[in-house]
């Protein structure tokens, strides 16, 4: 694969980890937003949650998902292959990365939410 061809797949993989945690940010806030009377769907806390924060979560946890995925991705195809414990340890660090990848925008999410409504 030439250089051109591994540049477009790399960005393709980094807006695609990007939108899943945008898309995680929205529904985890939406489910708030619906489920606490306190908040409002119309309101500056909402605007700076959702807009803010959908950024923020593309950028942060988009990017470190997708870093997280290539390191994990180079160590098994350069040092784990052909050794049978270090392939089950890549194993159990793949299932890690994807808690992270799903999970951390998710709780950060709630700890936004919790402390712009001072619920904390």
Known sequence: MDATATALTESKKKEAAGRTASLLWIATGTYYFASTEAAAFLSWQAALFFIGGMFGAALVFGAA????FAA?????????????????????ASLLVNLFEIGAPIVVARWAFLSLYGLI
Request: net charge positive; no cysteine.
């Open 65 to 68: 998902s997708h870093y997280l």
């Open 72 to 92: 994990h991705q180079d160590f098994y195809l350069n040092r784990a292959r052909g050794k049978p414990l270090l392939v089950v340890l890549t194993g159990l």
